[in-house]
Structures are given as C-alpha cells and as structure tokens.
C-alpha cells in the first residue's frame, strides 16, 4: 500500500523567526507541522497541511480521532510558526497542533476508510486525549487509567528546554502505548511478566514504521546533552539486541525500555527482510512496513495469556499473521514465507531456543461458551465468569471472561488476570477457548477475612501515598544534584526520579480528597495470594490494601518515554 502522507513545499524557519502566520478566515484548518517527524529530522523545516478530522469552523482541536489541550487558547487558528524567538524551543500553539496531527496522522494510516484496513473507532473507541506542555518534566506518558497522553517541556533540563509534544516520535511512541492497550488490556498489568517490554518495542516499532525510520526521536538526543543528528535517537529500531541474559555480548537488559529495543529490534528487521532485494519477497520498503504494521496490530488479539514470556509473543505474532493471511491473501504460500522469517527472527533475537516451541497450538474446542462456564461453576461454585473486553482485527478476534471469586456473603472479588480468552474467526464464529489463565481455587484457599473497611483503607492509601512523596522527593534531590554535576551520564536515572516523583504528587494529590472525592476502587485478589485486597486507582499507580493486615502495596500505572 503506497504511503498516505501528503507532503507539500516545505519551508524553512531560522530559531530567531517569531512572526506567527496566523490564517484569519474563520472557516480555515491550514497548519504548519514538520516536514517530517521532528525538528532535527525535519531540519528545522515546516510544510502547509489542511488537518484532518476537524471541523472547518472548530475553535480548538477537537477532533474525530483527537482532542488535544494546551497552555495556548487557540480560537480557531492552528498555523503557526515553530519557534520562539532567538531558539529552538517550539511555541505552544504550534505544539498542540503538531500532536493533534501526529495522533489523527497515525489513526487515519491505520483505519479501515483510508488506510490498512483496522475499525479504528472500534478498536480505540473515544478520541484520544493528550495534553501539551502540561508539566516541566524531561517526559510524556500513558495512563491506562485515564486513558490520556500528557508531555512534557524538559524547562529544567542543563541542555535547554524541549517540547515533547512537538516530536512526532514521542506522540506516535505513546499513543503506541494506547494502542496496544486497547488490543489487550492484560498487558498493562505489573504481573505481565514480559508485558512491559512487548509495549516499548510496539510502541518504538509503530513510532518507527510509520515514519519508516528506525530512529526513535531524533530531538530527544540534544536535549540530553548528545550530538544533534538525524541517526541518532533516544533508542533506535535497528539493532541486533537480544534477550538472553547468559550472553551479555547483545543482551537487550532487564528494564523494560532496555528489553523493549530488542522487540523494536524485531518489528523493524522482520520489515527489512521483507524488503530485501535478495530475499523471497522484494516488496518495497512503505510496502514491507505496512504488511509488519499490520501483523503488528494483529498480534495483540492473539495472546493466550495475560502473563506473556517472549515465545507467546511469537505465537502471537504467528496466529496474527495467519489471520491476516487468511483474509487478505488466502491461505498459502505467503503465510508460509512469513512464518519462516518470524520464526528466523525470533531466533535470531533469543525469543525462542527452538522453532517446534511454536508449532501451531490450536485454541481448545468447545461446546459453547456458556455451557463451559456452567459446567465450570458447578464444578467450582465459588467462581465465576464475566465478558469484560472484546477487539476485532483483520481475520479474527478476540473476548477475555474475567475470573471472579464469590465469597460466602455473595461478593464478587476480581482476580487479578485471571480467566479465558474466546477467539473467533473472520465471520465472527467462536472458534475455542485458550485456559491458561483461569486460576484453580481450592476451597477454604482465599481467605475471606475483611478486617479493614474501604474508608480505612482510603485512610492508609492517604498515609501511604504521603509517605511515597517524601521519599521519591529525597530521591529527586539526590539525582538532580548529580545530573547538574555529571549530565548525560546520569540522564536515565534523573528521568527515572522524575517519573517516579511525578506519580507519587500525583498519588498524593488524589489522597488529599480521598474521602470528599473517592477514587474507582474495587475488591481484588492478587496474582499468588490468598488475602482479599481494596485496588484503589491512584492517577498513575495503583494502592492495593490487605483487606485483613492493612498491608498496602504500591504498583507503577504508565508507561512513560
């Protein structure tokens, strides 16, 4: 499929050119936005668009696919030009516009009406919210709670401020994020075992195929003190990483945008091998990188499990590739040479040791579903079933049953990731369960005791939450002190303190109005354990407390840049 971006003459804006262009016809939705994915890939240099799924008499960008805000009232006028005065530092009112278009850009690429074939509406099903310069931090998030995309300034960074949201990578990068969440949810949670790492090289490999660069943010290299260039990026697609620990010469690491490279890695040398002149398929590179993009998107849908290790994702991304085969192509050969390549890539990435570890594995044949999960409660009546998500992509699709746990008074207590997943077929026919998730319950094993109420437990999260600030604080001061004095070298773990001080003030500033405004909050239990827990949504992380101890347990809630 050719490439849907619509280029036209580009310009160029020295740092010193203030003038705003500003179109004065109410009914105008002209902008400027960089020729390419950033200012260090664009040269600094912008082009004219008409922007997409936006009304002609919109006053903001309120779109279809997008809602963006800013510090910037824009009042119905999206052209302006990139700089202010005397730097590089981008103006407000050109960032929010350069992210609206990097979001509806990336959702129009993907949509079934005029791109690669995906409902998107009914795969992401809202529009997606971001929020330009909202914080002084060097960073951009996704919250799975929310759903919401925030970015950065880097105001206080040694090396000069930087606006996130005007580098497509960046906006691309986390709305990745969302994505994938909205393809399974499972993944998001801490128990996801390789879950973490399969989101960060998604969202680098979706960043870098639809830019077809393997360069992940070429801006974020001056901002951290690194020499600005066109190949060099935050991370980069192209690396032969991979994710066995025993040989440190190549090994990706154990932090998940570490581990991530390797399956970014992955994403984009399966698209180069597709793309080889000498190799079976010769397809041009847009082309190799559409067919990837898709298999991709597909893969999501095809999880057996909430706690994924690195051969589920190639299994995943086997049972993706078919499907999409199936229903594109046909069945046949294509689907075969496709196969061989992800299985010699997995490989070749230490993802699998062997290719029989991945020989098709059929879902699980069954009557019905119903008259599984009846046979299932009478066999356990403590448990039960509930449909809580359901996505549909090319070929097939995908309904997790979340499993419950009743107690003796009849409550219904969620366990944590556990439950099934029934997959259908192109036609929409339910074509069997995978049951790897579903957790056997012997009876008497949960322990039912409820010492704690939930206004107590609102009372130990505030305590907990206050707590988490101090010292996510005196970690912060800590590490700005040696980024001040040591720089780039230091540069990771000031993000890091950063991002964990930014969630802890968010965390504490939910906790000051616990009670007059009260947080989603549900009974769970955990993964492994037998107490029964209140998971209170902290903004940005998530307060789990021991229904019968007090005991509360702090856990991350978004991915971050």
């Given at each position: 499929?050719?490439?849907?971006?619509?280029?036209?003459?580009?310009?160029?804006?020295?740092?010193?050119?203030?003038?705003?262009?500003?179109?004065?016809?109410?009914?105008?939705?002209?902008?400027?936005?960089?020729?390419?994915?950033?200012?260090?890939?664009?040269?600094?240099?912008?082009?004219?668009?008409?922007?997409?799924?936006?009304?002609?008499?919109?006053?903001?960008?309120?779109?279809?696919?997008?809602?963006?805000?800013?510090?910037?009232?824009?009042?119905?006028?999206?052209?302006?030009?990139?700089?202010?005065?005397?730097?590089?530092?981008?103006?407000?009112?050109?960032?929010?516009?350069?992210?609206?278009?990097?979001f509806t850009g990336l959702l129009t690429y993907m949509d079934k009406d005029a791109g690669l074939g995906?409902?998107?509406?009914?795969?992401?099903?809202?529009?997606?919210?971001?929020?330009a310069n909202a914080v002084t931090d060097m960073n951009a998030w996704y919250s799975p709670q929310t759903k919401e995309m925030t970015f950065g300034t880097s105001k206080n960074s040694r090396y000069g401020e930087w606006h996130l949201a005007s580098d497509g990578d960046v906006v691309n990068h986390e709305q990745g994020h969302a994505i994938l969440d909205?393809?399974?949810?499972?993944?998001?949670?801490?128990?996801?075992?390789?879950?973490?790492a399969i989101h960060e090289g998604f969202a680098d490999g979706m960043a870098a195929l639809f830019h077809l660069d393997p360069e992940v943010s070429e801006d974020f290299s001056p901002a951290i003190g690194r020499p600005e260039s066109k190949d060099a990026g935050l991370r980069t697609c192209r690396n032969n990483l991979h994710l066995d620990a025993k040989d440190r010469d190549g090994y990706a690491g154990s932090e998940v945008h570490d581990r991530g490279r390797a399956y970014a890695g992955f994403f984009w040398d399966l698209m180069e091998r597709l793309a080889d002149p000498n190799g079976v398929f010769k397809y041009k590179r847009r082309d190799?990188?559409?067919?990837?993009?898709?298999?991709?998107?597909?893969?999501?849908?095809?999880?057996t499990t909430?706690?994924?290790?690195?051969?589920?994702?190639?299994?995943?991304?086997?049972?993706?590739m078919e499907n999409l085969c199936e229903e594109r192509y046909g069945a046949g050969g294509l689907a075969i040479h496709l196969r061989r390549e992800i299985i010699a890539e997995a490989l070749e990435r230490r993802m699998?040791?062997?290719?029989?570890?991945?020989?098709?594995?059929?879902?699980?044949?069954?009557?019905?579903?119903?008259?599984?999960?009846?046979?299932?409660?009478?066999?356990?009546?403590?448990?039960?079933?509930?449909?809580?998500?359901?996505?549909?992509?090319?070929?097939?699709?995908?309904?997790?049953?979340?499993?419950?746990?009743?107690?003796?008074?009849?409550?219904?207590?969620?366990?944590?990731?556990?439950?099934?997943?029934?997959?259908?077929?192109?036609?929409?026919?339910?074509?069997?369960?995978?049951?790897?998730?579903?957790?056997?319950?012997?009876?008497?094993?949960i322990n039912e005791l409820r010492r704690i109420d939930l206004r107590q437990a609102y009372d130990l999260v505030r305590q907990s939450a206050r707590a988490e600030l101090q010292k996510a604080q005196r970690e912060m001061k800590q590490q700005e002190r040696i980024y001040l004095r040591d720089g780039a070298q230091n540069g990771k773990a000031y993000k890091e303190a950063q991002m964990n001080l930014r969630i802890a003030m968010e965390a504490n500033r939910r906790a000051q109005r616990i009670h007059a405004k009260p947080p989603d909050s549900e009974m769970v239990i955990l993964p492994g354990r037998h107490d029964i827990y209140y998971e209170v949504e902290m903004g940005l992380s998530l307060y789990y407390v021991n229904a019968r101890t007090g005991k509360v347990t702090v856990e991350e809630d978004v991915f971050w840049s």
């Open positions: 499929m050719s490439n849907v971006h619509m280029r036209a003459p580009a310009r160029s804006y020295p740092p010193h050119f203030l003038r705003v262009a500003q179109d004065k016809t109410p009914t105008a939705t002209h902008a400027n936005v960089w020729t390419h994915e950033n200012r260090v890939s664009s040269d600094g240099m912008v082009k004219d668009i008409i922007l997409r799924h936006l009304e002609k008499d919109a006053q903001s960008l309120n779109g279809k696919w997008a809602r963006i805000d800013g510090q910037t009232k824009l009042g119905g006028i999206f052209r302006y030009d990139p700089f202010v005065e005397g730097s590089k530092v981008t103006t407000d009112g050109f960032d929010q516009v350069q992210l609206y278009n990097a995906f409902d998107m509406d009914r795969i992401i099903g809202h529009a997606m919210v971001g929020h909205a393809l399974h949810p499972g993944l998001t949670g801490y128990y996801a075992r390789e879950g973490g190799a990188a559409n067919i990837v993009m898709c298999m991709m998107m597909n893969h999501g849908a095809f999880y909430n706690r994924p290790q690195p051969v589920d994702f190639v299994r995943a991304m086997l049972d993706g699998i040791k062997d290719a029989s570890e991945v020989e098709p594995k059929k879902p699980e044949k069954i009557s019905s579903i119903r008259d599984f999960m009846a046979d299932f409660r009478r066999k356990n009546p403590y448990i039960t079933f509930q449909r809580t998500d359901q996505v549909d992509v090319i070929g097939g699709g995908r309904d997790f049953y979340q499993q419950h746990y009743i107690t003796r008074d009849g409550a219904q207590i969620r366990m944590m990731g556990a439950g099934f997943f029934a997959f259908r077929d192109a036609q929409g026919r339910f074509n069997g369960i995978a049951r790897d998730d579903i957790r056997p319950v012997r009876e008497n094993e």
